[in-house]
């Protein structure tokens, strides 16, 4: 359920760093009980920043979820993934070449507690780039964030990888993904989008 880099890569926007941002308070004391995995997904998902957009889902078969982008800069935009932490496994018609990767999962995040992890190995392939990285998915705290006129209580999950780290924002109240972030290491460019519903 989350927007995908190779979503928004294209569209990255300059922004300040995640220690300095005011719409993320890390003082307030917010208590969270252990979040279960959400038994299913939104079924669209629509956003705010990189000037709006949405997407849908358009298939969860085993745990694999189908995304297109419906509106916005890449829309028309397919991508496959488990709908939270994993790196993509396949993407078409986006900005990017078509691509694909294999993924191995080591541990599980859920439910998402402080200090879980969960890791996977990726080898991919797009156009005549080869890669493999690690990427590494961790709970690192549970804050306020505000997303419109509202301030929620979420859990701060970051996965981190060699190009980029991502920065997810999950509300137990609602269930879902509520704001992302995407700070590509070697650009220093930075995307921020919350998911307004």
Not at 99 to 109: C, F, L, R
Not at 150 to 162: H, I, N, S, T
Not at 164 to 175: A, H, M
Request: charged share 25%.
């Amino acid at each position: 359920m989350s927007i995908r880099c190779a979503i928004l890569s294209a569209a990255a926007i300059l922004l300040a760093g995640c220690a300095g941002d005011p719409t993320i308070d890390r003082e307030a004391a917010v208590t969270l009980e252990p979040m279960a995995k959400p038994a299913s997904l939104p079924t669209e998902l629509a956003w705010s920043g990189l000037g709006g957009g949405s997407e849908k889902l358009v298939s969860m078969e085993n745990g694999v979820a189908t995304w297109t982008q419906v509106e916005g800069n890449e829309a028309g935009c397919v991508w496959v993934d488990d709908g939270w932490f994993a790196p993509t496994s396949s993407w078409k018609g986006c900005t990017d070449a078509d691509g694909t990767q294999e993924i191995v999962k080591s541990g599980d995040i859920w439910p998402l507690e402080i200090g879980k992890t969960e890791s996977y190995k990726v080898k991919g392939q797009a156009g005549t780039d080869n890669w493999q990285s690690t990427h590494t998915c961790t709970v690192k705290a549970a804050v306020l964030v505000t997303v419109g006129e509202k301030q929620l209580p979420a859990y701060e999950v970051v996965c981190d990888d060699r190009w980029r780290v991502r920065t997810f924002y999950v509300s137990p109240e609602l269930q879902r993904l509520v704001r992302y972030k995407n700070y590509h290491k070697k650009r220093g460019m930075q995307t921020d989008v919350s998911l307004v519903r």
